[in-house]
């Protein structure tokens, strides 16, 4: 799959989300709870998700430290693992992914090989966002993922 890659200029996003640091073979499994438990913390406090779920990802060796959650536009006040946090503004080369989850890897390559085509390293943690629900839409081929990955300018 041939990946078009696009600078934006994003505006900061306050968020509710979960956090962990956990092998990397327990991560997807991991997500599926960590979007549940969200959703109903802002089930109960009566707030909106202002867009697909996100999870951020930081890799030390074999260990992931990743946040999950859901875009919000109202305050969110932490109770027991969901606390309020944000995705950071500034530039991003953000990329689509369709298809298996296994894949993005390949999104991954690509990314990193635009950033050193125009002289840009990461600035943080990169994140993907899931427009596609595997549970609601079993045709893989269906399934939308952005990749989005900040930088500054090396």
Known sequence: MAYRIE?????????????????QTQVSSWLAGAFQ???????????EPAGPPYA?????????EVEAGFPVAGPVLALGRVVPSSLPGGPAAVTTHRGRYE????AYEA??????????????????????DPRTEPDPAR????????????
């Open 143 to 154: 399934w939308r993922t952005d990749l989005i990955a900040p930088y500054r300018r090396g």
């Open 103 to 106: 894949g993005l890897p390949v």
């Open 111 to 132: 990314v990193a090989h635009w950033m050193k085509e125009h002289a840009c390293e990461p600035s943080g943690p990169h994140w993907e966002v899931y427009y596609t």
């Open 37 to 47: 438990e969200v959703i109903g913390y802002l089930g109960s406090a009566r707030l």
């Open 56 to 64: 951020r990802f930081s890799f030390h060796d074999d260990v992931v």
């Open 7 to 23: 600078a934006r200029e994003l505006a900061e996003q306050a968020t509710a989300s979960v956090a962990a640091s956990l092998p």
